[in-house]
């Protein structure tokens, strides 16, 4: 047995001490009575039983008192199993860090306000389930579809340009990533949301996209950056920038955000396309189009929790208290 309140078991410390006092009460009242006169006088009107009943209803009342102390503890034992359904959406997160999202064009750099605006997107997404891909020359589940949100913010705060070895922009293959990652056999809302600079120069994403589309998944993009170009910044190992990329002929590579790219890519799905604000409010726009999506069921799981059993306590008590007030000081004579 276990409680809920276990410390209101403190107040049974008090019921010796109430069960001295009463017993002691009841030994000076008979000390009293000798002390008025006729011993066998006294001993006719106030018989030995009307001293053992006064006992008795001392005994009744510490009882429903104790009664009552557990009952307020809020006693468990046993279990009750019940098996919950989780509904929602799939939502599939690829988020570039390639080196191009280091750049200082938003402050304090285009990957760094990506993740705080997914840390914002996780916070709204409870009772959904949630990926992450992270590409750059090539890509990988950083985890899978999960419920466990508070892992995978763990997950998502681990993400950097390191995250990739190879440098380049494979945002094809990571949205084909995304799209094996769904289970197609369960009826729910799937959903990849690519956030990137919208730089690429590998392969064609709206190959990519046709197929997610063809699967109904559906694909919202969210751009980091600005539309005129910026160097893109050298890090050392503690990601202080230590210069800027050069092309072979010696000219600063710029990086510049690629909205149209972008754009291209959520229209052929249905999704939307927004523009990272410093307000962060395209993350509370998506997190409304989710909760608006409805979703369908994700997994079962069981939940087991410990039954309360302070009714039986109660119940005791009153029949207690009901036995105390009925049970007379004397016998009634017979006529």
């Known amino acids: 047995m276990t409680f809920v309140y276990p410390g209101v078991l403190l107040l049974l410390v008090v019921l010796p001490l109430a069960a001295v006092w009463l017993f002691r009460r009841e030994h000076h009242r008979q000390i009293r009575w000798q002390q008025l006169?006729?011993?066998?006088?006294l001993k006719r009107e106030t018989p030995a039983s009307r001293s053992a009943r006064r006992n008795w209803k001392s005994v009744l009342w510490l009882a429903a008192?104790?009664?009552?102390?557990?009952?307020?503890?809020?006693?468990?034992?046993?279990?009750?199993?019940?098996?919950?359904?989780?509904?929602?959406?799939?939502?599939m997160i690829v988020l570039d860090v390639?080196?191009?999202?280091?750049?200082?064009?938003?402050?304090?750099?285009?990957?760094?306000?990506?993740?705080?605006?997914?840390?914002?997107?996780?916070?709204?997404?409870?009772?959904?389930?949630?990926?992450?891909?992270?590409?750059?020359?090539?890509?990988?589940?950083?985890?899978?579809?999960?419920?466990?949100?508070?892992?995978a913010e763990t997950f998502l705060k681990a993400a950097s340009s390191q995250s990739v070895t190879?440098?380049?922009?494979?945002?094809?293959?990571?949205?084909?990533?995304?799209?094996?990652?769904?289970?197609?056999?369960?009826?729910?809302?799937?959903?990849?949301?690519?956030?990137?600079?919208g730089e690429n120069f590998d392969g064609d994403p709206l190959n990519a996209a046709a197929e997610a589309a063809d699967a109904g998944i559906t694909i919202d993009a969210v751009g980091y950056g600005e539309t005129q170009g910026?160097?893109?910044?050298?890090?050392?190992?503690?990601?202080?920038?230590?210069?800027?990329k050069s092309a072979a002929s010696g000219d600063v590579v710029?990086?510049?955000l690629n909205e149209a790219g972008l754009r291209a890519l959520a229209e052929r799905t249905g999704g939307t396309y927004q523009h990272a604000n410093a307000e962060g409010t395209e993350m509370e726009d998506l997190i409304k189009r989710i909760q608006q999506m409805g979703g369908g069921p994700l997994a079962n799981?069981?939940?087991?929790?410990?039954?309360?059993?302070?009714?039986?306590?109660?119940?005791?008590?009153l029949l207690l208290l009901s036995l105390e007030i009925a049970?007379?000081?004397t016998r009634r004579k017979s006529v």
Do not use: C
């Open 230 to 244: 910026e160097p893109v910044p050298v890090l050392d190992a503690a990601g202080n920038v230590t210069g800027y």
């Open 98 to 151: 390639s080196n191009s999202m280091n750049v200082q064009d938003v402050l304090p750099s285009r990957l760094e306000r990506a993740r705080l605006g997914l840390r914002r997107l996780l916070a709204g997404l409870t009772g959904h389930e949630v990926g992450l891909i992270l590409f750059a020359g090539d890509a990988f589940v950083q985890f899978p579809l999960t419920t466990d949100l508070s892992s």
């Open 166 to 197: 190879r440098q380049g922009t494979a945002l094809e293959k990571a949205l084909r990533l995304a799209i094996a990652a769904f289970n197609q056999r369960r009826v729910t809302r799937q959903m990849i949301i690519v956030v990137s600079d």
């Open 301 to 317: 799981r069981v939940q087991s929790r410990s039954i309360e059993r302070f009714e039986i306590f109660v119940v005791l008590a």
């Open 65 to 91: 008192a104790a009664l009552t102390a557990l009952a307020l503890a809020r006693p468990l034992w046993g279990l009750d199993v019940d098996i919950l359904e989780t509904q929602g959406v799939s939502v």
């Open 254 to 256: 710029l990086s510049a």
């Open 327 to 329: 049970l007379p000081l």
């Open 37 to 41: 006169g006729d011993a066998a006088w």
